[in-house]
């Protein structure tokens, strides 16, 4: 292999990459070519190598103190820098398959980690942010303004404040002066508050008021407010969630700095999403609702293209989702039963994670006292136009059109408790399920009485919390490359390492009483709570973020070849870093499993 060819084999490998000419030069000139039989020992707790190795063909496998395999290396995967770095090894590294394989003299990789600061970061970091890096060099090429922008980076209104007690004429005066048509208002207390020229129609024009009361009388408390150096595409969501047209922008003090408009994001993100907001909100009829509901695929495909980073894209459709959800209870649903029951929906779409409609999960809950049986013709209709609007039915029937997810609050609390005194799998699921429950149309307190009223039965039921959280560990995840890498190259990413963190931090909320549903906010809630250290909530949230990426990815492909939709990806269209990625957050995935086995005592109810 020429001395090129050397060159552009380390430029594709992370981090060389980021070595200057002279800096790869000195490591191509303290470099060799090294074979190695199987099974030969290249590093063990006895032999510390003075050689960081670099797989050019072959195998070679990282075996644990109790003769476990822990990690497997392939073409273009290195090893060892915590034993040249440390000048120890737990771990002993043994050839599998005939080696090939380049060796760079300790001394040359030390001081080029002492030359080149990237390079040190990389190989120094912990697995947090190793993550972090390969992700940046992963997707870097994809990146755009969608992914990095923060509110900063947008134009921000200056703000007109005044006291709450300005008069209504004053106040009108000093934003004329800011040429705004906003008018921020600020409490004694700090509270922000907000007057649009829509108010002023209705509050005072409308309403016949004099132009010298306070403002204090007919702003709105408080203003919804971003941080500046918060990210550009959550202020978007915001705005969907609340339907409002503009925000408050705040500093690291909780001082007021400016106004940012709608309009504003809009013409820098420049898609459509608002687009189809608007479409679902003007619906008047359900054929308007399922042609704005088509148009969700396309902003997804949009998204994930541009890098967004896959928690946006969830919690962005989720929004959307449920406005369909809304807008079509009222549109089926005569007005005189809205309010005597709540639409819910549950699992991935209550917990606000299932981007591509993968099915259904939905119920019911009714007020006592009111007559289920006149929803359920309703509850059909809605089963079947969600149908046509392209969410797949639930293959567990876990639906409105199903009599078991539609009745009383009564009927439910007798589900619940059946469920944690009469145990068995399908209970399990069904409390998991419904515990992700989300209310997205109709009188909300109904399930909020239902989630008390779980939390009170669910006290002092240590051995029926660990039987829960047992399911985490239903299913295996691989600690190796080579455990996936079968013939048929596929692997369930759901049941691998998406639904050990969700169950996993699902049985966590479920015992902290935590009523958030979504799986990143409850890791970073039981972070504050201290039931997760810091680093291992860090974890978790990089590792489900892979692993919804190429989960993601793998499902928009599946609908790019008109193939159906599962959770499964080939492992073997996989590029190197997206496998290195792909390792560690199994890596992450395991350690975790083993917490939620030594938290709950799971081998003691074995």
């Not at 590294?93 to 090939?100: A, D, N, P, R």
């Not at 007057?195 to 007919?218: F, Y």
């Amino acid at each position: 292999m020429s001395l090129q060819d050397q060159a552009a084999f380390l430029s594709n490998i992370h981090p060389f990459q980021v070595l200057t000419p002279a800096q790869m030069d000195k490591c191509i000139k303290h470099m060799d070519i090294a074979y190695y039989p199987k099974n030969s020992i290249l590093i063990s707790p006895e032999k510390i190598s003075d050689h960081f190795f670099i797989i050019i063909k072959g195998a070679v496998y990282e075996y644990s103190a109790d003769n476990m395999v822990v990690m497997d290396y392939h073409h273009e995967d290195s090893f060892d820098s915590n034993s040249l770095i440390y000048g120890k090894c737990n771990n002993t590294f043994k050839v599998h398959e005939e080696l090939i394989c380049y060796e760079l003299e300790k001394d040359t990789f030390l001081k080029l980690i002492e030359q080149n600061q990237q390079f040190k970061d990389y190989f120094l970091k912990d697995l947090v942010n190793k993550i972090q890096t390969l992700k940046d060099k992963e997707y870097t090429s994809e990146l755009s303004s969608y992914m990095i922008a923060k509110v900063d980076d947008t134009l921000i209104h200056d703000a007109c404040i005044v006291d709450e007690n300005t008069k209504l004429l004053d106040a009108i005066e000093q934003s004329m002066e800011f040429k705004t048509s906003t008018i921020i208002v600020k409490k004694e207390n700090g509270q922000y508050g907000i007057i649009t020229d829509s108010l002023l129609k209705i509050k005072v024009l409308l309403e016949g008021r004099d132009l010298s009361i306070p403002v204090k009388d007919i702003a709105i408390f408080p203003l919804l407010t971003v941080h500046n150096d918060d990210y550009l595409f959550e202020a978007l969501t915001l705005l969907i969630k609340k339907n409002i047209k503009r925000i408050g922008v705040t500093n690291s003090r909780g001082e007021m700095i400016g106004i940012l408009e709608q309009i504003n994001i809009l013409s820098h993100f420049a898609n459509h999403t608002y687009v189809v907001d608007s479409k679902i909100k003007k619906a008047k009829n359900i054929a308007d609702l399922r042609f704005a509901s088509k148009d969700l695929l396309n902003i997804i495909k949009s998204l994930q293209a541009k890098g967004v980073k896959v928690n946006h894209i969830s919690n962005l459709i989720g929004q959307l989702n449920i406005k369909v959800y809304q807008k079509l209870y009222n549109l089926v649903l005569p007005v005189e039963l809205q309010k005597g029951a709540c639409l819910i929906v549950m699992g991935s779409e209550g917990r606000n994670e299932q981007i591509i409609k993968t099915d259904q999960d939905n119920a019911l809950v009714v007020k006592d006292g009111i007559d289920v049986e006149q929803y359920r013709p309703y509850m059909n209709e809605i089963t079947k136009h969600l149908i046509d609007f392209g969410y797949p039915p639930c293959e567990g029937n876990i639906m409105v059109s199903n009599p078991f997810w539609c009745k009383t609050v009564s009927e439910y609390k007798n589900e619940t408790k059946r469920w944690i005194e009469a145990p068995d799998m399908q209970n399990y699921m069904d409390l998991a399920i419904f515990f992700d429950s989300f209310a997205v149309a109709g009188d909300k307190d109904l399930l909020i009485n239902l989630k008390d009223d779980l939390f009170n039965k669910l006290h002092d039921k240590d051995v029926f919390m660990a039987y829960f959280a047992k399911a985490t560990l239903t299913f295996d995840t691989p600690n190796t490359i080579a455990n996936f890498m079968t013939k048929s190259h596929n692997i369930d990413i759901k049941k691998a390492a998406v639904f050990p963190i969700v169950q996993g931090i699902r049985s966590l909320a479920l015992r902290e009483k935590i009523r958030e549903t979504t799986t990143v906010k409850r890791i970073k809630i039981l972070e504050e709570k201290k039931i997760l250290e810091r680093s291992k909530a860090a974890e978790l949230l990089e590792a489900f973020d892979v692993v919804n990426t190429l989960r993601l990815k793998a499902q928009l492909d599946d609908i790019q070849d008109n193939k159906e939709v599962n959770n499964e990806i080939d492992t073997h269209t996989l590029g190197k870093i997206e496998r290195d990625l792909l390792k560690d957050s199994f890596k992450i995935v395991i350690e975790f499993k083993k917490f939620i086995n030594y938290t709950f005592r799971i081998d003691k109810i074995s």
